[in-house]
């Protein structure tokens, strides 16, 4: 059984950085898209970025593209969000969640989601 279980999520002022990591298990995941995904209260789960697990290619959403990067560590199967410059819009729950075939941005497509990790972004 697929498991995700995120962590490193916590309170930072603006400006600051964080870095979510994503641990995998319960099978290969070498045909697998790993993505970060994001929920706001009161706002639409939104998508952040992903990662090819074997070609390592990486996707980013605009909003965050130049201070969000996505990793992963095939050794650990771990996937990571580093989050730099961080902004008060930024808070939210932060999903990893995983799919096999090729990265989308819609969230529907995901069959697995860890439990989300809260980042909260003081200003």
């Known amino acids: 059984q697929v498991q995700l279980v995120e962590s490193g999520g916590g309170l930072v002022q603006a400006g600051g950085s964080l870095r979510l990591s994503c641990a995998a298990s319960?099978?290969?995941?070498?045909?697998?898209?790993m993505s970060w995904f994001r929920q706001a209260p009161g706002k639409e789960r939104e998508f952040v970025a992903a990662?090819?697990?074997?070609?390592?290619?990486?996707f980013t959403a605009d909003s965050v593209k130049g201070r969000f990067t996505i990793s992963r560590d095939n050794a650990k199967n771990t996937v990571y969000l580093q989050m730099n410059i961080l902004k008060p819009e930024d808070t939210a729950v932060y999903y990893c969640?995983?799919?096999?075939?090729?990265?989308?941005?819609?969230?529907?497509?995901?069959?697995?989601w860890g439990q989300g990790t809260q980042v909260t972004v003081s200003s």
């Open positions: 319960g099978r290969t995941f070498s045909n697998y898209v």
């Open positions: 990662i090819n697990w074997s070609s390592g290619t990486t």
């Open positions: 969640a995983a799919r096999r075939g090729s990265i989308v941005t819609q969230k529907t497509w995901y069959d697995y």
